[in-house]
């Protein structure tokens, strides 16, 4: 089993800058697939952006495109979402999952492993 764990949430500003780490635990997370989630308050959980297992593919959802870069440290065990020109709707806690589907994955229920999230506020 997959134990994962985010940090590096806080609050920031409008235009700022943050990094989300998740570190995995027990086992490897070199052959999974990993992506980001996010969830604000009263909405659905929504699909942010996805690694593939080597770190060659990657796929974003429109709204963060050219703004959040995913990046994955397999000897490290570690995923990376890299968070740039924050606005106030990205305002959400954010968790990591692993996933063994091949390919770049987008739906949560292709996800076998989750971590239980870090918040995210950006203030206007």
């Known amino acids: 089993q997959v134990q994962l764990v985010e940090s590096g949430g806080g609050l920031v500003q409008a235009g700022g800058s943050l990094r989300l780490s998740c570190s995995a635990a027990?086992?490897?997370?070199?052959?999974?697939?990993m992506g980001w989630f996010r969830q604000a308050p009263g909405k659905e959980r929504e699909f942010v952006g996805v690694?593939?297992?080597?770190?060659?593919?990657?796929l974003y959802v429109d709204s963060v495109k050219g703004r959040f870069t995913i990046s994955r440290d397999n000897a490290r065990d570690t995923v990376y979402l890299q968070m740039n020109g924050l606005k106030p709707e990205d305002t959400a806690a954010y968790s990591c999952?692993?996933?063994?589907?091949?390919?770049?994955?987008?739906?949560?229920?292709?996800?076998?492993?989750w971590g239980q999230g870090t918040q995210v506020t950006v203030s206007s």
């Open positions: 999952a692993a996933s063994s589907f091949a390919g770049i994955p987008a739906s949560p229920l292709q996800y076998e492993y």
């Open positions: 027990r086992r490897t997370i070199s052959g999974y697939a």
């Open positions: 690694v593939n297992w080597s770190g060659s593919s990657t």
